[in-house]
């Protein structure tokens, strides 16, 4: 296992490249089983949760292939043909890996009538159940029964019927595998309360250019005119807001100016909504959004909710920004139960941050220290290297591979704008 060593103290600048969506990308993968015709997706980020979904599709007969890019470039094309499908199951030791490995569900049920899914189970941030899926695909006439951790569905004999799916809560996964379920169902689908999610909407842009019919994209009211098949496509992903957000939090922290190349505003307005008011600056300028920390930081309070909120994906990393903002800030998680594991390595810095309930209290101090830590999930991860871009001395993060399941290359991007930062081998 790597870790990452950072020594703190010194302002970014230059120009951090934007990747491809991790979480666009585990969506659009997948969409890949509705059509025996290939689906070409551009702006792919080399990830691992994106290899591991390549291995996923591999086992149910879908070739997958990479071209065109240099070991140098970020990003790349990826080529996913699922002529034949010869196995509907998703088994465990893939799934326990990646729980997106559960958007399989709708696609294969769709495609064969048929699948076997191992149940993802929890993870660090929660037990992050399926049941809103496994309803909303019972809608379209699915048969479900959970048997040894495993999900088996099955579809009518004449395949999925068009429904109506109404979420009782706003869930991105369950509706991005009802929503691939239903461009294949029989008749009409109508999907109320739908997750937002700019991912969300780049899954029915790629979806609508395969051949499918949705109306309402990017509303929470989803009208899906099912059809017979759909056809290949080239789609390119879009850019991830949230490594963006978490770069700006970078900037915030460490101090000085970069440009965030091919992101997006229009998709990020909480967040920067959020910078801002910690006095750190996003403009909007040709080619992406440059961020400059203003004076001194400011503390502001935050609440995740499901887009357009704040979202939950960007909560550790404000954390560790307003560690050392003037002042006082209280985040709220909303969305996970469990979701503050980067509080404690955050206290090992110097850190000032008391839980209570869904709520930290996070106390502004002048100076973090550096010290020895440990990667949990994700986006914990990340707010562990942003606070060590501040702290006085060498920070080490351990277990780095949670970093490599969402942000490319990271350390590269970091180095190339002055920070001090380098992956070693872990003794
Ligand atoms: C997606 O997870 C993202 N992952 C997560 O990003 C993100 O945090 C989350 O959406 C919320 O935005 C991918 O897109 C691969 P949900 P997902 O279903 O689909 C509960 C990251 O760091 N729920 O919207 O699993 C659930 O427990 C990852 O990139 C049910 O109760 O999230 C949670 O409390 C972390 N039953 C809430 O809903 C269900 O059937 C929202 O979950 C499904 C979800």
Redesign the pocket.
Known sequence: MDQIRIRGGRPLSGTIPISGA??AA??LMPAALLTDEPLTLRNLPRLADIDTFGHLLNQHGASTHTQGSRPEDFGRVMTVRAGRITSTTAPYDIVRKM??SILVLGPLLAREGRATVSQPGGCA??????????RGLQALGAEVELASGYVRATAPRGGLVGGRVVFP??????T?NVLMAAVLARGETLIENA?R?P?IVDLARCLVAMGAQIEGIGTERLLVSGQERLHGATYAVMPDR?EAGSYACAVGIAGGEVLLAGARRDIMEATIAALEAANVSVLEERGGLRVRRRNGLAATDATTA??PGF???MQAQLMALMCVAEGASVLTET???NRYMHVPELARMGADITVSGRSALVRGVPELTAAPVMAT???ASMSLVIAGLAARGETVVRRVYHLDR?YERLEEKLQAVGADIERVADD
């Open positions: 991790k979480n585990l969506a729980r997106a941030i929660g037990n992050r159940p399926i049941d809103l899926h496994l809560q706003v869930s991105v996964g369950a991005e997750a999610e991912e949230i499901p887009y979202p939950t994906d969305i996970f139960e999930d994700l986006r969402g």
